[in-house]
């Protein structure tokens, strides 16, 4: 596993749209490097909660998410459904020191794949459910700043 480098907000590669993963880690050694760096990177910044391949510079529909301990990973996400609505704050390691409010669904359903090409079906809230309307954003080169309603300035005195 190695650490990758993180791709900042200006970077054009953070404004395309990923594709869709057609060959899974069994058949593409390359994909469980870059799921098993991906990982590495997200765990040793201590920041995130979650990062998409194209924050790692790599367009593929894929992210990886670490809640409170619990590891996930989404290839060729879809939302099948959303619920409610709700406000809270984020960040994102491609947008250093920025923070904002932004609206998201409160509860989302997705299908994915794991890395072997089994597809699964996982209903979130809360942090895990803004975790995944977050990244999956990412993968149609969308940033929070673009969505978010305003942005939270930390005073200091
Ligand atoms: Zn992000």
Do not use: W
């Not at 947008?95 to 072997?116: F, I, K, L, N, S």
């Amino acid at each position: 596993m190695a650490f990758r480098n993180i791709v900042k907000l200006g970077d054009e590669i953070l404004r395309k749209k990923s594709k869709e993963i057609k060959k899974f880690v069994n058949d593409d050694k390359k994909l469980a490097i870059l799921l098993d760096d991906m990982k590495e990177t997200l765990i040793k910044t201590n920041l995130g909660v979650g990062l998409a391949a194209p924050q790692v510079g790599i367009l593929k529909r894929a992210f990886v998410m670490d809640i409170n301990g619990l590891y996930f990973e989404m290839l060729n996400p879809v939302i099948l459904k959303t619920k409610g609505m709700c406000e809270e704050v984020e960040g994102c390691l491609s947008v250093p020191g920025v923070h904002g409010v932004v609206r998201r669904p409160e509860q989302v359903t997705v299908e994915a794949y794991d890395r072997y090409g089994d597809k699964y079906v996982l209903t979130a809230e809360g942090l895990l459910a803004r975790c995944i309307l977050h990244e999956y954003d990412h993968l149609d080169g969308i940033v929070f700043t673009d969505i978010m309603e305003r942005e939270i300035v930390d005073e200091i005195e």
